[in-house]
């Protein structure tokens, strides 16, 4: 019997029939107008996706990326709750439904659930994508405007990723405490850069302040000690580029490395890493050293050698993002 491909393999292959019939020329105008929205500081107060060519461009362009970064943030709160599986999940402002991909990806079974989002367009294609992923079949795709007015029942889940940037202040202190009072455990994910990582950070600090402590990525739930402005906490998840994504991405390589910024946050007893690789290793002659985030509220460097046996190994196989030291060499 054939194994089931991996989630962002059949992810790909069904989006490599989405641009079917849409003139290259209107994809390209379509992903640079997205690009320039999703880049840009000001909330709107409209859909960003306005109609089938619009999602079509933006599942091609950001899909990928949007589900290898929310499942690096899933995975991270996996492994600090590693006896819980979400019985339900709900995706706010979901779009196409990446984020579902990703939980499906994280723990495999049935769930209910649901995709928040008020662009019509980008429910409806969500719904003809998940055709592809058995997992996803009885999803709910319902449309809702994200912000004040925004209620959710009872979940197990919560996400909301790429979504705190087109909200206005407001809109997401109501959306943070809807999210609070509905659900177990909720991941945020933003762009990895600094007003990505600010936002972040409110978030952080609203779910803390409502009773939630920080599974992921933080190894604790006290204040974090990156100075605002002179640094940010962000990871990077790679990407494989279809010959369609690169098509309407430009460019040639077969790869790219998102950015993104996230919290994993949760009211289940978790057990967070003892300290996160928040900078790429750097691996020098005899030595690798490690900027890492640690418990009581500090990032240090630490340099580890050849005379540290076992652990220098595993060192040099340490990624951004992993927690340290791994399980099995405390």
């Not at 019997?1 to 059949?10: D, H, I, L, S």
């Not at 579902?100 to 995709?115: C, E, L, Y």
Request: with cysteine; net charge neutral.
């Amino acid at each position: 019997m054939t194994a089931p491909a991996p989630p962002a393999e059949t992810l790909r292959a069904a989006l490599a029939t989405l641009l079917d019939g849409l003139p290259p020329k209107r994809a390209a105008q379509a992903v640079d107008r997205l690009i320039a929205t999703y880049r840009g500081a000001t909330p709107t107060d409209t859909p960003i996706l306005r109609d089938r060519a619009d999602v079509a461009a933006y599942a091609a362009y950001r899909m990928p990326a949007t589900f290898e970064a929310v499942h690096a943030a899933l995975e991270a709160l996996a492994e600090a709750v590693p006896d819980w599986t979400p019985g339900d999940h709900t995706d706010v402002g979901g779009g196409t439904g990446a984020a579902t991909w990703a939980a499906a990806a994280t723990w495999p079974g049935d769930r209910a659930v649901t995709v928040l989002d008020w662009s019509d367009p980008a429910l409806a294609l969500g719904r003809e994508i998940a055709a592809a992923n058995p997992a996803l079949e009885d999803t709910r795709w319902q449309r809702a405007r994200i912000g004040q007015d925004l209620a959710l029942p009872a979940t197990d889940l919560v996400t909301v990723s790429y979504v705190l940037n087109e909200l206005t202040p407001a809109d997401r202190t109501a959306l943070l405490d809807t999210a609070a009072a509905s659900a177990q455990a909720v991941v945020i994910v933003e762009a990895g850069t600094p007003a990505g990582y600010a936002r972040v950070i409110e978030a952080r600090d609203r779910l803390i302040a409502a009773g939630f402590r920080v599974a992921a990525p933080c190894p604790h739930s006290a204040a974090c000690p990156i100075v605002p402005g002179e640094d940010w906490c962000h990871f990077s998840a790679r990407v494989s580029r279809s010959s369609l994504h690169r098509r309407v991405k430009g460019g040639s390589l077969p790869y790219e490395d998102e950015k993104f910024s996230y919290v994993a946050a949760t009211r289940l007893p978790a057990t967070p890493v003892s300290a996160r690789v928040i900078r790429r290793p750097q691996i020098r002659k005899g030595q690798v050293l490690l900027d890492l985030c640690e418990p009581g509220e500090q990032v240090a460097r630490r340099t580890v050698t050849k005379r540290h046996g076992d652990l220098y190994k595993a060192a040099r196989d340490a990624a951004w993002g992993d927690g340290w030291p791994p399980a099995d060499k405390p």
